[in-house]
């Protein structure tokens, strides 16, 4: 029972007095790129969706973009 206690005590020693943690303004600002990454990688996404014709369904008519220039040759 003693380990359990010592490691809960050290556990918030570290957390209160060892660690550094961000400010509001860092977080925001970090939050921030977060957002915007996945906005672009979503975009990306669906663009090579739409460029492969990938829509998940097999019967599908929708080929994509490269679909509809092999069916001109």
Known sequence: MSKFRNYFS?????MTQNVT????KELQSNALIVVVASVIFA??????D???GITGTPTST???VVGFIYSFF
Do not use: Q, S
Not at 10 to 14: D, R, V, W, Y
Not at 21 to 24: C, D, E, G, H
């Open 43 to 48: 975009l990306l996404i669906f663009a090579m």
């Open 62 to 64: 929708w080929k994509g």
């Open 21 to 24: 943690w961000p400010t509001w």
């Open 50 to 52: 739409n460029v492969f």
């Open 10 to 14: 050290e556990t918030i020693t570290e």
